[in-house]
């Protein structure tokens, strides 16, 4: 037994359907336009009955509306959409697949170029903040900010929800 694809069963599965008919026309013109419809693909009435007999008499409906698939799909346009965007402002070695930040990531790259800021505060917290990270895991909520905020000063790209996200309030 061949194969067939997905349009060529919907169709095949409507005029199967047609078969129901109280219409005797209705009836022989399914059955003549599936056996040409199969001979088209390669494939026949019996190969019909096999996929049945290999159903097990397991008829499973079907799991999504054409309409249902349609807005799937636009989500999944929609979500990979937001995810090229993401990418190009957040750069993967500051942020995991999901947009979180790698927090020693951010840390460390504020602690090299530290000799770049003015604010002897800003220089000291930049320099400090690595070993913090470490030991803790992530910055606190009050460093959370500052950390952000030195990391796009010192050139760091970064979501504008990740920093709404994270805004100090």
Not at 61 to 81: F, M, N, P, T
Not at 145 to 153: D, N, R
Request: net charge negative; aromatic share 8%; proline share 4%.
């Amino acid at each position: 037994m061949g194969s067939i694809n997905e349009t060529v069963a919907k169709r095949v599965a409507k005029l199967f359907r047609m078969l129901g008919s109280d219409f005797d026309g209705e009836v022989l013109a399914a059955v003549h336009r599936m056996k040409h419809q199969l001979g088209a693909e390669g494939l026949s009435i019996n190969d019909i009955a096999t996929a049945i007999e290999n159903a097990n008499g397991e008829i499973e409906e079907l799991k999504y509306s054409d309409a249902e698939v349609e807005v799937i799909y636009q989500k999944g346009v929609e979500q990979g959409r937001v995810e090229a965007a993401r990418t190009q402002t957040a750069p993967p070695e500051f942020f995991d697949d999901f947009g979180e930040p790698r927090w020693y990531e951010i840390a460390v790259f504020c602690q090299q170029n530290s000799s770049r800021l003015r604010s002897q505060w800003e220089q000291g917290f930049a320099d400090s903040i690595p070993g913090s990270v470490a030991k803790y895991g992530r910055p606190t909520e009050r460093q959370i900010p500052h950390l952000l905020a030195i990391f796009v000063k010192l050139g760091g790209r970064c979501d504008p929800e990740i920093i709404r996200k994270y805004r100090k309030v």
